[in-house]
């Protein structure tokens, strides 16, 4: 063994300088809170998005238009989507379970069918919503479009 192989064991020294330990330790005093003010004092906490007195950037930026805490948002899938689908799987009914199980939607989603594309087959169609062009385009290839 040699002394310039000795190393402390992992773990056994801190490398975080200790504040408030008197003035030989050079971070004494104030312990590096400076003079004064609320940032100096026991229990301080800032609030969240406090800028120091300045107008803070959530009141500075403008706000636009209205958001509707009722909107109902729909996941939106085409007939050309439903199409593919069937060409795929052959099925004859198509409803959520079978849109989530190939990723076309989510399970927590509201779906509404949209009238891009069009049937080929007969197809019975269950969703939350239809647009009427979807509607139209169903029952013309002699499908059913049930709202759940």
């Given at each position: 063994m040699k002394l310039h192989i000795?190393?402390?064991s992992e773990g056994s020294t801190k490398t975080r300088k200790r504040i408030g330990r008197g003035q030989g330790s050079g971070r004494g005093g104030t312990s590096t809170k400076g003079h004064k003010g609320a940032q100096s004092r026991s229990g301080y906490s800032q609030k969240f998005g406090f800028e120091g007195g300045q107008m803070p950037l959530q009141r500075r930026v403008p706000k636009f238009g209205f958001k509707n805490?009722?909107?109902?948002?729909y996941h939106a899938i085409n007939l050309a989507d439903i199409q593919l689908l069937v060409d795929k799987i052959g099925i004859?009914?198509?409803?959520?379970?079978i849109l989530v199980q190939h990723g076309l939607a989510?399970?927590?989603?509201l779906i509404k069918v949209l009238g891009d594309g069009t049937l080929k087959d007969s197809i019975h169609v269950a969703a939350n919503a239809f647009s009427k062009s979807?509607?139209?385009?169903i029952e013309k290839s002699g499908g059913k479009a049930v709202k759940l």
């Amino acid at each position: 063994m040699k002394l310039h192989i000795l190393k402390p064991s992992e773990g056994s020294t801190k490398t975080r300088k200790r504040i408030g330990r008197g003035q030989g330790s050079g971070r004494g005093g104030t312990s590096t809170k400076g003079h004064k003010g609320a940032q100096s004092r026991s229990g301080y906490s800032q609030k969240f998005g406090f800028e120091g007195g300045q107008m803070p950037l959530q009141r500075r930026v403008p706000k636009f238009g209205f958001k509707n805490v009722n909107r109902i948002s729909y996941h939106a899938i085409n007939l050309a989507d439903i199409q593919l689908l069937v060409d795929k799987i052959g099925i004859k009914e198509v409803g959520k379970d079978i849109l989530v199980q190939h990723g076309l939607a989510s399970k927590n989603d509201l779906i509404k069918v949209l009238g891009d594309g069009t049937l080929k087959d007969s197809i019975h169609v269950a969703a939350n919503a239809f647009s009427k062009s979807a509607i139209a385009s169903i029952e013309k290839s002699g499908g059913k479009a049930v709202k759940l």
